[in-house]
């Protein structure tokens, strides 16, 4: 599984950002799909999954502003960001787990400033 993430961008505080994660490869809906993050100086936090069965998980400090869907007729998840805040700043990473295969896609930079 190949995985190419886009949407990161330059955004204001308060403004909004999709990312998508584009999977190649078979069997895209087998796969739990997650978004990490990594801002300098810190290590990479989980910031959303989606299950092979649909159910989500958010990390805390998204709960309410990120929603993490998938779209399994297009090989692709999504990070839709709201309400974002310049600690949301970060190299975003989608990764696809089928245990006990994980990928990793190459990451998109989200920056929060105004």
């Known amino acids: 599984v190949q995985l190419q993430a886009s949407g990161g961008g330059l955004v204001q505080p308060g403004g909004s950002l999709r990312l998508s994660c584009a999977a190649s490869?078979?069997?895209?809906?087998?796969?739990?799909m997650s978004w990490f993050r990594q801002a300098p100086g810190k290590s990479r936090e989980l910031v959303a999954t989606?299950?092979?069965?649909?159910?989500?998980n958010y990390g805390d400090s998204v709960k309410g502003r990120f929603t993490i869907s998938r779209d399994n007729a297009k090989n692709t998840v999504y990070l839709q960001m709201n309400s974002l805040k310049p600690e949301d700043t970060a190299v975003y990473f989608c990764?696809?787990?089928?245990?006990?295969?994980?990928?990793w896609g190459q990451g998109t930079q989200v920056t929060v400033s105004s």
């Open positions: 990764q696809a787990v089928m245990a006990p295969r994980i990928y």
């Open positions: 490869g078979s069997m895209f809906s087998l796969y739990h």
């Open positions: 989606v299950t092979s069965g649909s159910s989500t």
